[in-house]
């Protein structure tokens, strides 16, 4: 088991719009010369908002993180149940350039 788990980014499909960019809660991934990459990777708490705003299906979270009893990432409390807020009341891309 990986010691950190990030999503899964597919370039091939990726059309480098900055959706997941721009809607990542921790700024664990911007936007670079060769795409989306994870520049603060230990920011990312794997809450798939980047998963649930990509219009091409090109990044995903392909794991099932649990963490141990007791153990939680340090920003996935408040900002958890935020997200968890934002992403169900809006199905649809909120943040998509053309
Ligand atoms: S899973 Fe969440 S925190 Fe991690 S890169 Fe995607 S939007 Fe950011
Ligand atoms: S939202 Fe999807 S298509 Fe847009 S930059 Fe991120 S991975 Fe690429």
């Known amino acids: 088991m990986a010691e950190w788990a990030l999503p899964h980014i597919n370039l091939e499909l990726c059309t480098r719009c900055g959706a997941c960019v721009e ?3 921790g700024h664990a991934v911007a936007m670079t010369a060769d795409g989306p990459s994870f520049v603060q990777p230990f920011n990312c708490t794997y809450c798939a ?22 153990k939680q990432h340090p920003l996935s409390t408040a900002e958890s149940a935020e997200i968890k807020k934002r992403t169900s009341a809006s199905s649809a891309p909120s943040a998509v350039r053309p």
């Open 49 to 70: 908002t980047c998963e649930g705003v990509c219009p091409q299906g090109a990044i995903a979270c392909t794991y099932v993180v649990t963490w141990a009893p007791g």
């Open 23 to 25: 809607q990542c809660p």
